[in-house]
């Protein structure tokens, strides 16, 4: 079946004003997760949601930034007011939670790569 | 939550077998070892996990020593293609324990040569 998918792949915009960018998770994965890497950097985690659990966002770096997901599959990452070092490369990645003590493979998106001006 | 240190870059060239060796001295009795593979502008792909002792797969062999500090992903025979960043994770995303709190680290940076 298809792959995550995410948009738009590209998104510059101006300091000061709001994005949103679109994670579509791989059918039936109940678990998405969101990343930040930054140039030359590694993955640095965001946001987790599991089913109907309360998301895990103990990674946000400032309360500029939100996700939210509608039911229990599409996904939005939302940047307020953006700055300059919000520039990034944003991942989205899903996973079949099988339960267990094992860790999940994650099924990664290709990135939307915001630049900030 | 357990992280880990991995060389930031290694050399090889086509044919050689390319060990990548990580170390996790905090690593939980839950927690599993996962190494990831990333080629530029795309997101990472997973290659391989293990608990202990030894996994293979199609691609990659995963050793782990039985102290599980450590672990060593090993790639027979590189070509070029395999030219990426690999990322060695620890972590357990049973539900109420780290929840999918991974971390990637910079990986290694491995660079093959014709």
């Known amino acids: 079946g298809a792959g995550v998918s995410q948009s738009p792949s590209n998104k510059v915009t101006e300091k000061g004003k709001d994005v949103e960018l679109r994670c579509d998770p791989i059918?039936?994965?109940?678990?998405l997760y969101w990343y930040r890497q930054s140039l030359g950097q590694g993955l640095e985690f965001l946001i987790y949601?599991?089913?109907?659990?309360?998301?895990?966002k103990s990674g946000l770096p400032s309360d500029r930034f939100s996700a939210e997901r509608t039911g229990g599959s599409v996904s939005t990452l939302t940047i307020q007011r953006t700055q300059q070092e919000d520039s990034a490369v944003y991942l989205c990645?899903?996973?079949?939670?099988?339960?267990?003590?094992?860790?999940?493979?994650?099924?990664f998106g290709p990135g939307t790569r915001l630049t900030v001006l | 939550l357990a992280k880990t240190t991995q060389p930031i870059s290694m050399d090889s060239y086509e044919g050689q077998e390319v060990n990548i060796t990580c170390s996790h001295n905090?690593?939980?009795?839950?927690?599993?070892i996962t190494w990831y593979q990333q080629f530029p502008s795309q997101g990472p792909r997973f290659i391989i996990q293990?608990?202990?002792t030894k996994v293979t797969n199609e691609v990659a062999s995963l050793f782990i020593p039985a102290d599980r500090k450590s672990s060593t992903l090993s790639l027979p025979r590189v070509s070029l293609s395999d030219t990426a960043v690999y990322y060695c994770?620890?972590?357990?995303?049973?539900?109420?324990?780290?929840?999918?709190?991974?971390?990637f680290g910079r990986g290694t940076q491995l660079t093959v040569w014709p």
């Open positions: 059918s039936g994965h109940t678990a």
């Open positions: 293990g608990y202990k």
């Open positions: 990645a899903s996973s079949l939670v099988l339960g267990g003590s094992s860790t999940d493979t994650q099924y």
């Open positions: 994770l620890v972590g357990d995303t049973d539900r109420g324990s780290t929840l999918g709190r991974l971390y």
């Open positions: 949601f599991q089913g109907n659990s309360a998301p895990d």
């Open positions: 905090n690593i939980a009795t839950n927690d599993y």
